[in-house]
């Protein structure tokens, strides 16, 4: 799910491609039928408003309102791209075996073990309000990329798992890092606060985290359903609630609507 500038809301698909919502229902994306049968993994749209699209594919971008792929000879191998996040320096490229590229001006820069990135599948990524960008990683925990230097927290640095599926920093400057097994955990100023099921969270595989306006906490996790979680307690809402399956992203819009997907 991905709110655009001009308000508008994209939901990428697994197998379908790409959809925006119209007059009250999701239709397939003008422009997208590169994308017909892709399995849309992340979105976002830079300072530019070029809407990039990462696929189990490769990367794409809207050129003129029409998909597009971004050709291998940039740099850019077919690899699945899991994660995009935007800055002022260029387009961040999270994929499934080739680490986290750098795109700017057309050249692409390589993040790996060799520049000291502790896996090469990346699940995740955000910036924190510092510039430091965070990636999460799929099974060598939590790195920070700043002014190129690479840092990594880890279990022995208080993670409960090193598997991370989602990163969002809060209004405070505490990151929350959703785990795969490990519940959620919150870094600021090297601490790390624990939540999981243990704490109240209705599971522990976690594929998405939002602080809504409210203040409210909002925990989408695998197989448990979703968390609200506020200071007079917590509220799931689950199968009996209607809901089932994984809830593997969450957006606050800016009419103050949350959208599960």
Same mark, same amino acid.
Not at 71 to 94: E, F, K, P, R, V
Not at 141 to 167: C, K, Y
Not at 235 to 250: C, D, N, Q, S, V
């Given at each position: 799910l991905y709110e655009d500038r001009a308000g508008r809301l994209w939901a990428g698909t697994g197998g379908e491609g790409l959809f925006l919502f119209q007059a009250g229902r999701f239709v397939r994306a003008p422009g997208s039928?590169?994308?017909?049968?892709?399995n849309v993994r992340s979105l976002v749209e830079d300072r530019e408003g070029t809407l990039w699209v990462g696929t189990e594919g490769g990367l794409f971008r809207f050129v003129d309102g029409t998909a597009r792929a971004l050709a291998s000879a940039m740099g850019l191998s077919s690899d699945a791209i899991l994660s995009l996040a935007t800055s002022d320096s260029g387009l961040w490229i999270g994929t499934q075996s080739g680490g986290l590229k750098h795109l700017a001006a057309d050249i692409v820069t390589t993040y790996?073990?060799?520049e000291g990135l502790p896996h090469e599948r990346i699940w995740s990524l955000a910036f924190d309000r510092d510039g430091n960008l965070w990636i999460g990683t799929d099974g060598g925990g939590l790195a920070r990329l700043s002014q190129g230097v690479i840092a990594t927290f880890d279990t022995r640095n208080g993670l409960t798992n090193d598997f991370v599926w989602a990163l969002r920093e809060d209004r405070e400057g505490g990151l929350w +890092? =959703? /785990?795969?097994?490990g519940g959620l955990n919150r870094l600021k100023n090297g601490a790390v606060r624990t939540l999981t099921t243990r704490e109240g969270l209705p599971g522990d595989f976690v594929w998405s985290v939002l602080r809504d306006?409210?203040?409210?906490?909002? +925990? =989408? /996790?695998?197989?448990?359903g979703v968390a609200r979680i506020r200071e007079d307690g917590t509220t799931r809402i689950g199968a009996a609630e209607g809901f089932h399956g994984a809830a593997?992203?969450?957006?606050e819009r800016a009419d103050g609507s949350l959208w599960i997907a």
């Amino acid at each position: 799910l991905y709110e655009d500038r001009a308000g508008r809301l994209w939901a990428g698909t697994g197998g379908e491609g790409l959809f925006l919502f119209q007059a009250g229902r999701f239709v397939r994306a003008p422009g997208s039928e590169a994308l017909a049968t892709s399995n849309v993994r992340s979105l976002v749209e830079d300072r530019e408003g070029t809407l990039w699209v990462g696929t189990e594919g490769g990367l794409f971008r809207f050129v003129d309102g029409t998909a597009r792929a971004l050709a291998s000879a940039m740099g850019l191998s077919s690899d699945a791209i899991l994660s995009l996040a935007t800055s002022d320096s260029g387009l961040w490229i999270g994929t499934q075996s080739g680490g986290l590229k750098h795109l700017a001006a057309d050249i692409v820069t390589t993040y790996a073990r060799k520049e000291g990135l502790p896996h090469e599948r990346i699940w995740s990524l955000a910036f924190d309000r510092d510039g430091n960008l965070w990636i999460g990683t799929d099974g060598g925990g939590l790195a920070r990329l700043s002014q190129g230097v690479i840092a990594t927290f880890d279990t022995r640095n208080g993670l409960t798992n090193d598997f991370v599926w989602a990163l969002r920093e809060d209004r405070e400057g505490g990151l929350w +890092v =959703g /785990t795969n097994g490990g519940g959620l955990n919150r870094l600021k100023n090297g601490a790390v606060r624990t939540l999981t099921t243990r704490e109240g969270l209705p599971g522990d595989f976690v594929w998405s985290v939002l602080r809504d306006r409210s203040g409210s906490l909002w +925990v =989408g /996790t695998e197989d448990a359903g979703v968390a609200r979680i506020r200071e007079d307690g917590t509220t799931r809402i689950g199968a009996a609630e209607g809901f089932h399956g994984a809830a593997r992203a969450l957006l606050e819009r800016a009419d103050g609507s949350l959208w599960i997907a």
